[in-house]
């Protein structure tokens, strides 16, 4: 199992509709979600710098194909479409990123 942490912004006209769409996330998107081996997730909110935090555990062995599978979802396409445009990615994330990934420098179980 990896633990991955991931960040990005939210924009501020945008955070009611996130957080309502968010009580209700699509059945179809959750299953997309737990057949890419993804467990434990959560998103955090904090205002009023409206960075929004992914958590997951993984527990899969490929975590790129199991994304990329991920990604061919059409329930989950739709759920970007929705989502991304509520979005501001950090302008520091790496090539290639939406979410920016975070390093895990402490856990305690």
């Known amino acids: 199992m990896k633990r991955m942490g991931l960040c ?7 955070i009611e509709e996130y ?3 968010h009580a209700a996330v699509w059945p179809d998107v959750l299953e997309v979600i737990s057949r890419a081996n993804i467990r434990n997730y ?3 909110l904090r ?3 409206n960075l929004l935090f992914a958590y997951w555990e993984y527990h899969g062995d490929d975590f790129a194909a199991d994304a990329a599978r991920m990604g061919e979802a059409p329930a989950m396409r739709k759920w970007w479409e929705l989502c991304d445009p509520m979005q501001q990615p950090l302008t520091t994330r790496a090539s290639g990123e939406w979410w920016a990934a975070m390093e ?3 856990h305690l179980d």
Not at 8 to 14: D, H, P, Q, R
Request: net charge negative; no cysteine; aromatic share 10%.
């Open 104 to 106: 895990e420098v402490f």
């Open 19 to 21: 957080k309502r769409v």
């Open 47 to 49: 205002e009023p710098e």
């Open 8 to 14: 990005i912004g939210l924009k501020a006209e945008a």
């Open 42 to 44: 959560s998103i955090f």
